[in-house]
């Protein structure tokens, strides 16, 4: 297979590869078109532009995830606002809303947060990458409010055909990884036979979510063609022009790729 997929979702941050990072960055320099490491704190968006200067292949995202900003201060997003104008760091993410867990942050402080952030992408004229678990109702009443102006994907895309139908009027991508590939996920294979090829991007969301056939073990950007593999299946499409197509997608929203 001659085209290579674009990971536009993976965590290299995470203590699952403290092991051998660098020995999978040198693998996937070979196996990958490229790929974005988006940040959850200040820690994670730190370590995102480390590896963005490092290796050419990645890139980086800078911000505060739901599940985090209970820690977040307001100099925190002065912060993300300095780390923006690198030239590698891509979007503002990964950020959004998460009302899966009981004991994460209260809804009002999550929706602050994300509203502050999705503000200075705004300002900075960056696409963001959306987080959104269980909370499809508040993230669409957010984006139908404070979305003017806004570009992004919403990753790991869970929610409906119908809302998908509502974030694509808005102009937003969505993103397919591992989950795509599960026996029980037809809810999002609707939407991945739906969505128009020119809004689809492929990830991992490495190293979680694990595709079929290797769920349960620890997820790699290099499985990205699995997925993309998978989708090919699901829409009954060729493999390599669909890789092509998701590749320029992602070049097109995060414009900052070369």
């Known amino acids: 297979m001659s085209a290579k997929v674009f990971d536009s979702h993976a965590h290299m941050d995470s203590d699952y590869f403290d092991a051998d990072r660098e020995e999978v960055f040198a693998k996937l320099r070979q196996e990958i078109a490229g790929m974005i490491n988006p940040g959850c704190d200040n820690e994670t968006s730190f370590k995102a532009i480390t590896y963005a200067e490092t290796y050419d292949f990645v890139y980086a995202a800078v911000g505060w995830h739901p599940e985090e900003v209970l820690r977040m201060q307001d100099d925190d ?8 104008k690198h030239p590698k760091v891509v979007a503002i993410g990964e950020i959004g809303l998460d009302y899966y867990y009981d004991d994460c942050a209260p809804r009002d402080l999550q929706k602050k947060r994300f509203i502050e952030q999705l503000d200075l992408a705004r300002r900075v004229d960056l696409p963001v990458i ?8 508040d993230m669409l009443d957010i984006f139908h409010n404070e979305g003017k102006g806004l570009r992004g994907v919403f990753h790991c895309y869970s929610g409906s055909v119908e809302t998908a139908k509502e974030l694509l009027k808005m102009g937003f991508y969505l993103g397919f990884g591992g ?7 037809e809810k999002v294979r609707s939407v991945l036979k739906y969505v128009p090829e020119d809004r689809i991007l492929f990830e991992t969301d490495s190293p979680y979510l694990t595709p079929v ?23 009954n499409t060729d493999v390599e022009n669909l890789i092509e197509k998701s590749t320029e997608n992602v070049k097109k929203l995060f414009s900052k790729i070369s």
């Open 213 to 235: 056939p290797y769920r349960g073990k620890r997820n790699n950007p290099a499985y990205t063609l699995l997925v993309a593999k998978n989708a090919a299946l699901v829409r």
């Open 77 to 84: 997003l002065k912060k993300l606002e300095e780390w923006s």
């Open 130 to 137: 959306i987080h959104d678990r269980d909370a499809h109702g």
């Open 179 to 185: 989950s795509s590939t599960f026996k029980n996920a």
